[in-house]
């Protein structure tokens, strides 16, 4: 699938669509007018640039539509996290879990399920 690229705004709208679809523009506006301190004029601009996106599809039901997600969350994440890496560590893990270190930034548990992933990918090999 094609790289899809979500706002950070969009993302809200998106992560709405994935915990719950399908869902009319007027339930998502209300989850997040609430959440965000949106308009609903707002909500319904970002559902609009989704779609011409090909991020969400739209269905007919009666006199409005029902919004569901095309893009999958898992390839959205694969997607912006590779680019991340590849904007900021040349797309290599390593310095991006030094950098981490360095900054103190990883806890106990997080040093454990990274030894536990290294461990697993040992066993892999």
């Keep these: 699938m094609k790289n899809i690229a979500i706002s950070e705004a969009e993302s ?3 992560e709405t669509l994935w915990q719950r679809h399908p869902m009319a523009a007027e339930e998502v506006s209300a989850i997040l007018v609430q959440q965000q301190d949106w308009q609903e004029a707002t909500v319904k601009t970002l559902l609009n640039r989704l779609l011409k ?7 007919k039901d009666g006199r409005r539509f029902l919004y569901s997600p095309f ?3 898992e390839q959205w994440l694969m997607c912006e996290s590779k680019g991340f890496l590849d904007r900021m560590f040349n797309g290599r893990i390593a310095p991006l879990v030094a950098h981490f270190s360095e900054q103190k930034k990883l806890s106990k548990q997080d040093i454990a399920e990274l030894k536990r992933l290294i461990g697993e990918l040992d066993d892999d090999e």
Excluded: T
């Design 12 to 14: 809200l709208v998106m």
């Design 53 to 59: 996106k090909g991020a969400i599809k739209a269905e």
């Design 71 to 73: 893009l999958k969350r």
